[in-house]
């Protein structure tokens, strides 16, 4: 059976709230986490965004799982800013570290007040920030003239296995083009024979390394209650590329949301109150080939969620082959 991990959501939970939150799932059995990096929540509703790479620390320090982040390089951050982060913390916890870096969206990158380009742009400077971060990570000494500009850049403390670069790709379009220097691919629950066509154009492409899926659901004991806490939460954050990555505000999402129905949200999140239907529908997503699950309960308070699935579900997730 793939690894489970825990998906700890920085837009919906502050960070001290969230450490305890990640301790409590390892704690149930959880064998994995991952993050969120966000400036600003996709809606007020969620009404947090703390900053993941001093919390990444702290939560490195604090238990022993292995962490990931979805992050963007190139604006927000300069990728030999981004790699020196990344750098000191897998120096510091070897082998338990690895990013996943996307184009971004305007909601986060256009706080640095520059212009949002446009996907193709986005494209290249990506493709060149990881190259400068690669490099950083090899020891060079990094100058770079393109979409980025990079001066005389050195790592002076680097770690002894460079984190892992994956891609974060929904579309099969991203998953082909990202297998060129993705060290493996990580997406979202959509329908299975989307997810197949996005891993098969990923290998097909020559994509290597491991197939990561991040599950959005939301359960309670009782089936109104799921649906609510999905609708209020979730539905807008639900709204697919290319939209989601030209809005720039938690207002404009928060639009959307008002013309989002609970029966649509359904569509993007795994909502049941039946623990062993949950089961299933995570096997089954798993069993279509992917190493790593990370599970993403919507609401803001964990705790109930984390206590139900690691006594009731995680263990029959662990019996699947």
Sequence with gaps: MALIGFHASHEQAGPTQLLNDVRHAEAAGFQAAMCSDHFNPWTSAQGHSAYTWAWLGAALATTGLRF???????????????????????????????????????LNESVTGEPWPPKDVRSRRLAESVDVMRRLFAGERVTHRGTIHVEDARLWDRPGEAPKILAPAISTETAAWSAGWAEGLITINQPEEQLRKVIDA????????????????????????????????????????????????????????????????????????????????????????????????????????????????????AEQP
């Design 202 to 317: 990923y290998r097909g492409a020559g994509g290597t390394g491991p197939l990561a899926l991040q599950v959005h659901l939301c359960w309670a004991p009782e089936e109104s209650e799921a649906e609510r806490i999905a609708h209020e939460q979730w539905a807008g954050s639900s709204v697919a590329p290319p939209v989601t990555w030209d809005l720039p505000t938690p207002e404009h999402f928060e639009a959307i949301a008002a013309r989002t129905s609970p029966q649509e949200v359904r569509g993007s999140v795994l909502v049941s109150s039946d623990l062993s239907e949950l089961t299933d529908r995570v096997a089954a997503l798993a069993a279509l080939g992917f190493d790593e699950v990370y599970l993403h309960h919507v609401g803001q308070e964990q705790t109930a969620f984390i206590d139900a699935f690691g006594d009731h579900v995680l263990p029959h997730l």
């Design 68 to 106: 990931g982040t979805v992050t963007a390089p190139g604006q927000r951050y300069h990728p030999a800013i981004l790699a020196q982060a990344a750098a000191t913390l897998a120096t510091m916890y070897p082998g338990r570290l690895w990013m996943a870096a996307g184009t971004g969206e305007n």
